[in-house]
C-alpha cells in the first residue's frame, strides 16, 4: 500500500546551520508530494508540493525536489532560524492528481532550532 | 478570520459519554475533512464530504459519525467514548483541483 516513511527526530539545529529532513514514499501510480508544517499550538501548513518527477517545490527558503527513481522528497534549507522550529510532515496525495485530499502522512519530524 | 474553526479547542470526558465537536470553514470551499492525530503525531484522514455528500470514511468505526449541514460546516459526533479515542481532531478543507488542504488548529480530546 501508500506510506510515507520520515526520519526519526527531534532534529536539533543550531541557528543558521543546512537542515535536511529525509522523506521517502511507496506509492502505485504517481502521486503528488507535500510538505506540511504544525507550529506549536497550531494546524498543519502547507510548505510546499510537487505534482511530477523533478519538480522541485520551494517556499520561505525551503526546497525539496520529487525524485522519483529514489521515491524520496527530502526536506531541505540552507540556514534555519529560531522560528523554523516546528513539526515537519511529508505527505502524498493517493490519487496522483493533488485532488482528492486524502493525503498519506508520514510520522512528522520534530526540529528545534537553538539561537 | 480564521478561515478553519474548530469547537472546542480542549475536551476532557469520561469514557462512555458523548461529545461533538464542531468545524466551520469561511474560505468558500467545496470539501472538508476530518483528520485524527495520535499522542505520536501520527496523521490519519477519517471523514471527507464534498459539498455535504460523504465521499471518503476511512473504516472509523460507527461511533464517529459526520454531519454535514451545509458546505461551511463538517461536524464530528463521537458516541460511546472510548480511552483510544483521545487525541487530536483537525478539520480541513480545500478547493476541487487545487491540492493544498487548509487545517484548523485542531481539538485536543481526552478521554479519562
Known amino acids: 500500500g501508500n506510506s510515507v516513511t520520515q526520519m526519526e527526530g527531534p532534529v536539533t539545529l543550531s541557528e543558521e546551520a543546512f537542515l535536511t529532513i529525509n522523506c521517502t514514499y511507496t506509492a502505485t501510480g504517481y502521486p503528488s508530494l507535500f510538505w506540511y508544517v504544525q507550529y506549536p499550538g497550531e494546524g498543519l501548513q502547507l510548505l510546499l508540493k510537487?505534482?511530477?518527477?523533478?519538480d522541485k517545490g520551494s517556499n520561505k527558503g525551503f526546497e525539496a525536489t520529487y525524485r522519483k527513481e529514489t521515491t524520496s522528497f527530502h526536506l531541505e534549507k540552507g540556514s534555519v532560524q529560531v522560528s523554523d522550529s516546528a513539526v515537519y510532515f511529508c505527505?502524498?496525495?493517493?490519487?496522483?492528481?493533488?485532488?482528492?485530499?486524502?493525503?498519506?502522512f508520514g510520522q512528522g519530524t520534530t526540529l528545534q532550532v537553538k539561537p | 478570520d480564521t478561515a478553519v474553526s474548530q469547537t472546542p479547542k480542549y475536551l476532557v470526558t469520561q469514557m462512555g459519554n458523548d461529545k461533538s465537536i464542531k468545524c466551520e470553514q469561511n474560505l468558500g470551499h467545496d470539501t472538508m475533512y476530518w483528520y485524527k492525530q495520535d499522542s505520536k503525531k501520527f496523521l490519519k484522514i477519517m471523514f471527507s464530504?464534498?459539498?455535504?455528500?460523504?465521499?471518503i470514511n476511512e473504516t472509523v468505526p460507527n461511533r464517529f459519525s459526520p454531519k454535514s449541514p451545509d458546505k461551511a460546516h463538517l461536524n464530528l459526533h463521537i458516541n460511546s467514548l472510548e480511552l483510544g479515542d483521545s487525541a487530536v481532531y483537525f478539520c480541513?478543507?480545500?478547493?476541487?483541483?487545487?491540492?493544498?488542504?487548509?487545517f484548523g488548529e485542531g481539538s485536543r480530546l481526552t478521554v479519562l
Open positions: 510537487a505534482t511530477k518527477a523533478d
Open positions: 480541513a478543507s480545500s478547493r476541487p483541483q487545487h491540492g493544498e488542504l487548509f
Open positions: 505527505a502524498l496525495d493517493t490519487d496522483g492528481s493533488g485532488n482528492t485530499g486524502k493525503l498519506i
Open positions: 464530504y464534498n459539498n455535504k455528500e460523504l465521499i
